[in-house]
């Protein structure tokens, strides 16, 4: 028995002798920005794996560096998995910044810095002319969109990065060691543009615990649902998920839609849709698609759409909410494939004209993005698309968004496959804003 003793004391020795140097437990990683939605500010958002002190020291490009300081807090978040593993997630806002002055910062403690990156503050114009890379389900794993995102944002193409749910595939998996691999993934984009996000089906773990708080999004719900202002739009996310999950409660379905009503109430009093006349919407799972799977998007009776009626109260949709306040576009992911689609609403069509059907379009506007890449692949699409499906592509991508003024609106699609070429382009032009431009 003696060698088997041996061999069982040699054994346990060994992961000791890999691991060999402990962890700095103390050092910032996951380094990621998002916009508070008020003007001249900036959140920067990090984790440890020991509490520590969170700073960032900051200054103008080109100026001293370093020159000002904030402080923010800490919060510890711990994961829900079998190690019960403990994350500092370190949150400071900056604020004063002078609007499209670009900074330099890095953030941490005296225990521990990050690298040094930069961000642009946002111009806080009604006539700036933003920017965007909007995409859905960028995974850890085949994520084939990635290093040109990464390029093109660091050549300071974006203003703002749009990511409409489904993150790493999956945050919680190993004890959220997935969740930290990813967030050190997109630290390349996300520590340089506001890093904008909406959860989707993959967040759902644990009640969403990854999501809600590893980002900042702005307000009081945890980035579940929240909205914000730039150049001449509204931009509004939401958590479809409250449609599914029911079992975190239905009550989170509710306060959702009646948020949403005050949202859009508010964004179209006459005074607010005169500077922002653009309404625009994220939202994970889409209304409508022609994919080949049994999701949601693919039926009539879609949830997202029409509501449910198997929950008491009976769910209201968001189809009609967003068609009465004239909500001008529509993005959403989760379809793991590019799809455009006509004006529509009800299911019928509604182009502004035969010719031009985008130019003052009688219905909102639907765009579906989730083909960043993920350990999923991509999906594929029903052979007969019904009416309102205008263009789709199986390739990796993902989408560039910009806004231009208040009449005119540029969307383009990014095949990965082919190279970065662009397979798809829009101009969504609107003379007029809001239900009344339906007629
Ligand atoms: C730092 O974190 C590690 C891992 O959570 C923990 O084992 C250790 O006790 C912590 N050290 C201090 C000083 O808090
Ligand atoms: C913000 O954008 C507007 C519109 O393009 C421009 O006129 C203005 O100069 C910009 N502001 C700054 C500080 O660059
Ligand atoms: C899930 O999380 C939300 C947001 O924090 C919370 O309001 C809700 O009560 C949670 N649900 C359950 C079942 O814990
Ligand atoms: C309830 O919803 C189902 C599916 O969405 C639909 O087929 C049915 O007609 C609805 N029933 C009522 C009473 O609205
Ligand atoms: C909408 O416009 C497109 C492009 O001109 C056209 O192919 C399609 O048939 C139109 N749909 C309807 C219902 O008019
Ligand atoms: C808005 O942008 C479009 C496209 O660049 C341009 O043709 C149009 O003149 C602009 N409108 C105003 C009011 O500047
Ligand atoms: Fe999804």
Redesign the pocket.
């Known amino acids: 028995m003696v060698p088997v003793h041996a061999a069982c004391a040699l054994l346990s020795f060994v992961p000791l002798l890999v691991l060999g140097v402990p962890p700095i437990w103390t050092q910032p990683e996951q380094v990621h920005l998002s916009y508070p939605g008020v003007p001249g500010s900036m959140a920067v958002t990090w984790t440890t794996f020991n509490k520590t002190e969170s700073k960032v020291e900051y200054g103008l490009l080109g100026g001293r560096l370093f020159e000002m300081s904030a402080k923010g807090g800490t919060t510890l978040f711990v994961d829900s998995g079998e190690e019960k593993r403990e994350l500092y997630i370190h949150r400071v806002t900056l604020t004063g910044l002078k609007p499209a002055a670009t900074y330099v910062y890095h953030c941490g403690s005296d225990e521990g810095w990050s690298d040094v990156f930069l961000f642009t503050a946002l111009n806080d114009s009604t006539s700036f002319s933003p920017r965007f890379a909007l995409y859905g389900d960028l995974g850890n794993e085949n994520p084939q969109s990635l290093a040109r995102l990464q390029k093109e944002t660091q050549l300071g193409m974006y203003d703002v990065i749009l990511h409409i749910g489904d993150f790493a595939y999956d945050m919680d998996e190993d004890n959220a060691r997935i969740g930290d691999e990813f967030m050190r993934q997109i630290q390349s984009i996300a520590a340089y543009v506001p890093y904008m996000t909406c959860p989707g089906n993959h967040e759902a773990t644990y009640n969403f615990s990854n999501y809600r708080n590893r980002f900042s999004m702005p307000g009081q719900t945890e980035s579940l649902w929240y909205s914000w202002n730039l150049g001449s739009a509204h931009i509004i996310s939401i958590s479809t998920e409250v449609y599914f999950y029911l079992e975190f409660g239905l009550d989170l379905l509710f306060k959702q839609y009646e948020w949403l009503t005050k949202d859009l109430e508010e964004a179209n009093k006459p005074e607010n849709r005169a500077v922002r006349p653009w309404i625009i919407t994220m939202g994970h799972r889409p209304m409508y698609c022609s994919d080949d799977d049994q999701d949601d998007c693919t039926k009539f009776d879609s949830y997202v759409r029409l509501g449910r009626n198997d929950t008491k109260p009976p769910a209201p949709g968001l189809e009609d909410l967003f068609y009465r306040y004239g909500v001008d576009l529509e993005l959403w992911a989760h379809e793991h494939t590019y799809e455009r689609l006509?004006p529509v609403y009800g299911d019928?069509?509604?182009?502004g004209s035969?010719?031009?059907?985008y130019v003052n379009p009688k219905a909102p506007v639907h765009i579906i993005t989730g083909s960043a890449g993920c350990r999923e692949r991509t999906d594929r699409f029903n052979p007969n698309p019904k009416?309102w499906s205008?263009f789709r592509s199986t390739d990796y991508g993902y989408t560039r968004m910009q806004l231009v003024n208040a009449t005119h609106l540029y969307l383009e699609q990014v095949s990965d496959d082919q190279y970065g070429k662009v397979i798809d382009s829009i101009w969504v032009v609107k003379d007029k804003h809001g239900f009344s431009a339906w007629f």
């Open positions: 006509w019928k069509v509604y182009n035969k010719d031009q059907p009416d205008a």
